[in-house]
């Protein structure tokens, strides 16, 4: 972008809304990625809309002059998505954060693309109302930058990813059009009319359009909820647990694994948490519904573990199931404990795997480990076969630095021999595209084809997802 598009954007957008100055757009140059940390990513300039309608002028500008635009919710995405890889405009969307509407009887809100979603939350807990994804990062990640991942969480199994709740979009389009996805007028929970252009969006990582306002599905709350918590001599073992759990039909509605580095980094941070410290791995069984079906589920989820871990509890009182769940909890925050002076970072953190090869990834994870002599913590939604393996390395050390990436490749290409996918929950950006031609063989193509359709100059966030660079 030369000086004299930067006047007219200003121009267009309005002083106040547009940032240039070094300080300001260098806070823009990294998202939560190891590789954006390591590598500085820096646009030209950040336009901060306080209004849907301040976009399309400026999308058509860039359209003019194919200035790329990369759209930004909080930069809490841990795969360089919301980073400019070659320059250009950042639009950064978290000032539109307006709850729109609440319409709990037709089990739906209306949103802007920049509210957090623990906000929404809040708003809907007083109301017995919920939007069921749960990202880890829910005090920070905007609506739309979830939409932009399909982010999910520890109730993926039962509840769905985000797409499942993404009932229709208003979208700003590279040259500046705005379109409405699933009816123009249409306020109802389902439609078969047309193509499905709102899943299109949905995990399309910023490189098809930009959101501006979002319509979501919402659920009830669960009455109540209830653990049980097993612990595992072996890993292989903790996989068979949870394909037993699923052929006695319990439907839980989170199981978590924690293995034992990560019980580890868990009991170091929060030394009250009393967790059986000699095993391969723990789980934990969330249940949730009625009253009477909590006590029984999480009762018998307790005994169907049993013949196969070391030891079993469950419980349905609301102070102690927070205590037992506890460990989860902090145990993100907790990881890089199990190493003073090293820090966790976000490289190959959340392949997925078909449940049955639980217990291959796990194993395969920590042999991955030893190998390259770096600690990996593993923890994650085991439900669906998603874990997070966290390398804490010495950030100073360059050979560190070397050796976790081989680490990262080694973890990606075990979730592709095991049937899985490279990234469950946080994205390919820019990080992961390397692995997209293998995964997705001929489809890729045909994603191209897309993008070309919709964005024929390749403005929106390019380099991205193997689409395509400038
Ligand atoms: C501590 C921590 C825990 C996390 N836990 C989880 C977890 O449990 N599950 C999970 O899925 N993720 C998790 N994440 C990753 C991340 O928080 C989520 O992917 C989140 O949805 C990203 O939201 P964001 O607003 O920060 O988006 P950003 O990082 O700003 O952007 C993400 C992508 O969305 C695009 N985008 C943003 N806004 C728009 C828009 N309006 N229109 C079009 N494209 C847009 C960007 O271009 C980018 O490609 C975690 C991250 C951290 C730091």
Known sequence: ???????????????????????????????????????????????????????????????????????????????????????????????LNRIIEIDTDNLQVIVEPGVVHADLNQALAPLGFSFPPDPGSTKMATIAGMISYNASGMRAMKYGTTREYVL??????????????????????????????????????????????????????????????AAFNQLGDAGRAVVEVFRNKIVPSAIEILDKSAIKAACLYKPSIKLPTDVAAVLFFEVDGPAAAVSYQAQRV???????????????????????????????AASGRVRPGATRVYIGEDICVPITNVGAALEGIQRIGEKYDTIIVTYGHVADGNFHSAPVI?????????????????????????????????????????????????????????????????????????????
């Open 394 to 470: 010495d950030l100073e050390s360059e050979e560190e630095i070397r050796r976790v990436r081989l680490v990262a490749n080694e973890i990606h290409e075990l979730a592709l021999m095991l049937n899985g996918t490279v990234t469950g929950e946080h994205g390919v950006g820019l990080v992961r595209d390397q692995y997209m031609e293998r995964e997705h063989g001929a489809a890729l193509e045909v994603m191209r084809t897309i993008k070309n359709a919709l964005d024929p100059k390749n403005i929106l966030n390019p380099g991205k997802m193997a689409l395509g660079g400038r």
């Open 302 to 332: 307790a005994e169907i573990c049993a013949p196969i871990a070391a030891h079993v509890e469950w419980t349905d009182a609301p102070e102690q199931v927070k205590v037992l769940w506890e460990a989860r909890g902090v145990v993100g």
């Open 168 to 229: 229709g979009l208003d979208v700003v389009l590279s040259d500046g059009r705005e379109i409405r996805t699933g009816g123009v007028a249409c306020r109802s929970l389902k439609t078969v009319s047309g193509y499905d252009l709102t899943k299109l969006f949905v995990g399309a990582e910023g490189t098809l359009g930009i959101i501006t306002r979002a319509r979501l599905k919402i659920m009830p709350l669960p009455e109540k909820k209830g653990i049980a918590i």
């Open 1 to 95: 972008m030369d000086k004299s598009h930067l006047q007219q954007l200003v121009t267009i957008a309005g002083e106040k809304s547009i940032l240039t100055a070094k300080s300001d757009i260098l806070c823009y140059s990294y998202d939560s990625s190891l590789e954006s940390q390591l590598q500085q990513y820096l646009p030209s300039a950040v336009f901060i809309p306080d209004k849907a309608e301040a976009i399309p002028p400026v999308m058509s500008f860039c359209h003019q002059h194919a200035i790329p635009v990369i759209p930004r919710g909080a930069g809490t995405g841990q795969a360089g998505g919301a980073v400019a890889k070659y320059g250009g405009l950042i639009i950064d969307l978290s000032r």
